[in-house]
């Protein structure tokens, strides 16, 4: 059985390894599993339910829904019928769905659950294309998903040897998935991706891990995102069982339930992770707590390749059992590898989880490229931490003359939806897609990102700032959460800050400094003394230009649910720019 087109996949898995839970998700608490076989008799009768409702090859079906195995079935049972999945994120404004449900005008919209549904259910006044909306979960007065499964069920004779003529006729150039791209900035952009970008991808990827047939994987990243999503046929491809967490908030239980053996994540979730562990070595008691950092300490000096010292190597023993072993355990004990992409990792972080025998493997791409154009291999021990790793196989990359990292290959994407002008910018004459974002090869082997085109500013002085480099070195410091530097055309860097309160609530614990809220908290000079003391530390060790001689603390946590930050946890620039316009106004005068 041959994996060309994304529902391929179906037929290949139960052949091939026929896993008695293929997917699984909670319901009531409880883990609920799916075999292969049931898998694909819910993804047929899905087909055949589209089909007696009048659906036909090419039309769009929208769904915009949590991570949970219903997707997975919607998914395949769209694709073998010849249509074109749009999944959407639960988390975007009602402004956003309209302008993505007009751009795209399906002919479906699948919504997950109650709240959502009330979301949205205004905006479809507004739009013309839908002829019918149902629900995963059972919402008053809407339609229920189930509806079509029985449907096809009940006419799977009728629509059977029409779904096999359209499987035969489906080629693996063709599109199966429209993805609006959060976006940074303004409305997003309907990304067209085919089969082959997809499966090229997936295959691709499946040889820089060894898990395979048997090995489980926690999936809690977003499935709209084409990041999860071809990590998703990549796990099908390598016959890996895929457990879907209830949600953010429950992934510590869920890992500690499932105990998975790997799982893919954003630099900032590993952040977090690691800042809660640090945090909580802290307040040990003091044996424990020398200890503890003596065991991190000797971590972040780990090296990869077998070049550490056999005394190293002894002592490192010794902390992997008396510290290390148990970050294992809060990971449910089996993880040894940590799929990392979205954005830049801070390599000590990557170098401390290696000393801690968990690998952590950091990719690059982009929703355009299917989304991976490169990643660390672990198979092959190509591996150099603060890069993102050797090309994948067909990829093809070259640096213009500005630092912008050019690709091409079977990972292209189309182009975008409505706008052949808009691909005609990014995707020149050669066929070479511009990223947008700015690197080197190392080596002449690995990829290395160091910031994106278009956030590069200059100072009036003339000197260039790259400003994720230094966001990420501040986001190193246990007190800060988010950070955006600031100074396009202006004398100095600055920075608008938003602290780690869960951290900063501790600190004012431990030193008796009483406040009402964050508002009243950020305001505290004891409170901004500790921030420019920290912001001091970092100074020391950027570029006189790079130092961030100003900084204003905001009361608020920045998130894709307030806006500030993109579904995949990147900053949404112009929108922090128009929300604190007055602080960087107030930054930036000459009382500063």
Known sequence: MEFKRTFDL????????????????????????????????????????????????????????????????IDMGISQAGMVHLPIYPTITTEEYEYILNDAEPKLLIISDKSLYNKIQPILE??????????????????????????????????????????????????????????TTGFPKGVMLSHSNLVSNAIYTSVVHPNGHGAKCLSFLPLCHIYERMLTYHYMYK?????????????????????????????????????????????????????????????????LHGQNSWFYKKR?????????????????????????????????LSTIFWAAKVHILEGYGLTETSPVIAVNNLITDEVMVGTVGPLIEAAQVKIAEDGEILSKGPHIMMGYYNKPDLTKEVI??????????????????????????????????GKYVAPQVIENKFKESLFIEQLMVIGENEKFASALLSPNFE??????????????????????????????????????????????????????????????????????????????????????????
């Open 503 to 592: 951290f900063l609530h501790n600190w004012c614990f431990l030193h008796k400094i009483n406040y009402r809220d964050n508002e009243h908290l950020i305001k505290i000079p004891e409170v901004i003394a500790r921030y420019q003391k920290e912001v001091n530390i970092i100074n020391k060790n950027l570029a006189f230009h790079e130092q961030i001689k100003r900084f204003r603390l905001v009361c608020k946590e920045w998130g894709p649910a307030t806006g500030e930050l993109s579904p995949t946890l990147k900053l949404k620039r112009n929108v922090l720019y128009k929300e604190y316009d007055h602080l960087i106004k107030e930054i930036f005068s000459v009382s500063g």
């Open 126 to 183: 507004k739009t013309k294309s839908i002829k019918g909306v149902y629900t995963i979960d059972e919402v008053e007065n809407a339609k229920n998903w189930e509806e079509i499964l029985s449907l096809g069920k009940e006419n799977a004779k009728k629509h059977e040897v029409s779904l096999k003529e359209i499987k035969k006729s489906v080629k693996p150039e063709d599109l199966v998935t429209l993805i609006y791209t959060s976006g």
């Open 428 to 461: 020149d004459d050669d066929g070479w897609f511009h990223t947008g974002d700015i690197g080197a090869m190392i080596d002449n082997k690995y990829l290395k990102i160091t910031d994106r085109k278009k956030e590069i500013f200059k100072l009036s002085n």
């Open 10 to 73: 179906l037929d290949y898995t139960l052949e091939k390894y026929n896993n008695t839970v293929a997917l699984a998700g909670k319901v009531n608490k409880e883990w609920v599993t799916y075999s292969q076989k049931e898998f694909n008799e819910k993804a047929i009768s899905f087909s055949y339910g589209l089909l007696e409702l009048g659906m036909k090859p090419g039309d769009v079906i929208a769904l915009v829904s949590n991570n949970r195995p219903e997707w997975n079935f």
């Open 316 to 348: 490192l023993n010794i902390a992997d059992k008396l510290v290390f072993s148990k970050w294992r355990e809060a990971l449910g004990g089996n993880v040894k590898t940590i799929v990392s992409g979205g954005a830049a990792l801070q390599p000590r």
């Open 239 to 303: 016959g890996i069982s895929i457990y879907y967490a209830e949600n953010m908030a429950t992934i510590v239980n869920d890992l500690k339930d499932i105990k998975p053996d790997l799982f893919s994540t954003v630099p900032r979730l590993l952040e977090t992770v690691y800042d809660k562990i640090i945090s909580k070595g802290k307040g040990l008691p003091y044996v424990k707590k020398q200890i503890f950092f003596w065991a991190v300490n000797l971590g972040h000096k780990y090296k």
